[in-house]
């Protein structure tokens, strides 16, 4: 049996609702964008993809071994745009401000984690971002363009603040609706005192 899991740093109600806001005013005229529930938002560190169940209770404690001591810090929005630009924005998203150098490590710190446990390097640098929505299948190549146009002219995010404090490994389950996600573990970094992981 195989869970479809990543790794993520969870997102407080601010923020999703700031992300929200920026959906509604980038959807105005019918963009052909299926857009990510904000219940569901999260910025990624490292995604597994399908893995064995057998691995479950293995990842959790491997996790929490790689950021131990790990301080929490601050992070904050900043601008829209879209990969792979915003001429063709397959997949609209928030940029991510504030200690990136910082978020950058933490992720750093996972992915040796993660490949020393027999995952594969991941291939891509690690690119902060909040992913938005996702372009329909078949969307006409001049609504694109429209949405492009939007996204430029966006003005940037409202500048919400908030303290990266968690590390989640969580489970993907595809649906129709959307993705359910699926708390698995849950390890908070230094600076709480209720610092710990708890496997589901």
């Given at each position: 049996?195989?869970?479809?899991l990543f790794?993520?740093?969870?997102?407080p109600p601010a923020v999703?609702?700031?992300l929200a806001?920026?959906?509604?005013r980038?959807?105005?005229g019918?963009?052909?964008?299926?857009?990510v529930?904000?219940?569901s938002?999260?910025?990624?560190l490292?995604f597994?993809?399908?893995?064995?169940?057998?691995l479950l209770p293995?990842?959790?404690p491997t996790i929490?071994?790689?950021?131990q001591?790990?301080p929490?810090?601050?992070?904050?929005l900043?601008?829209?745009s879209?990969?792979?630009?915003?001429?063709?924005?397959?997949?609209?998203?928030?940029?991510?401000?504030g200690?990136?150098e910082a978020?950058g490590?933490?992720?750093g710190?996972?992915?040796?984690?993660?490949?020393?446990?027999g995952?594969?390097p991941e291939?891509?640098a690690?690119r902060?971002?909040?992913?938005?929505?996702r372009?329909?299948?078949?969307?006409a190549q001049?609504?694109?363009?429209?949405l492009?146009d939007?996204?430029r002219?966006?003005?940037q995010?409202?500048?919400v603040?908030?303290?990266a404090?968690?590390?989640?490994?969580?489970?993907?389950e595809l649906?129709p609706?959307?993705?359910?996600?699926?708390?698995?573990a849950?390890?908070q970094l230094?600076g709480?005192?209720?610092s710990?992981i708890?496997?589901?």
């Amino acid at each position: 049996m195989s869970y479809r899991l990543f790794i993520a740093t969870p997102l407080p109600p601010a923020v999703k609702a700031a992300l929200a806001a920026a959906q509604t005013r980038l959807g105005r005229g019918g963009a052909p964008i299926k857009w990510v529930a904000p219940s569901s938002m999260h910025l990624t560190l490292r995604f597994l993809g399908e893995t064995d169940t057998t691995l479950l209770p293995t990842i959790g404690p491997t996790i929490r071994q790689s950021i131990q001591g790990y301080p929490a810090f601050q992070l904050s929005l900043t601008h829209v745009s879209a990969f792979p630009n915003t001429r063709h924005p397959n997949v609209v998203w928030a940029g991510v401000g504030g200690a990136v150098e910082a978020l950058g490590r933490l992720a750093g710190e996972i992915e040796r984690a993660m490949v020393a446990i027999g995952f594969q390097p991941e291939k891509r640098a690690f690119r902060p971002h909040l992913t938005l929505g996702r372009a329909r299948h078949g969307a006409a190549q001049t609504a694109l363009e429209r949405l492009g146009d939007t996204i430029r002219a966006l003005p940037q995010l409202p500048p919400v603040a908030w303290l990266a404090q968690h590390v989640s490994l969580l489970r993907s389950e595809l649906q129709p609706g959307g993705p359910i996600y699926t708390e698995i573990a849950d390890c908070q970094l230094a600076g709480d005192p209720q610092s710990d992981i708890t496997l589901a």
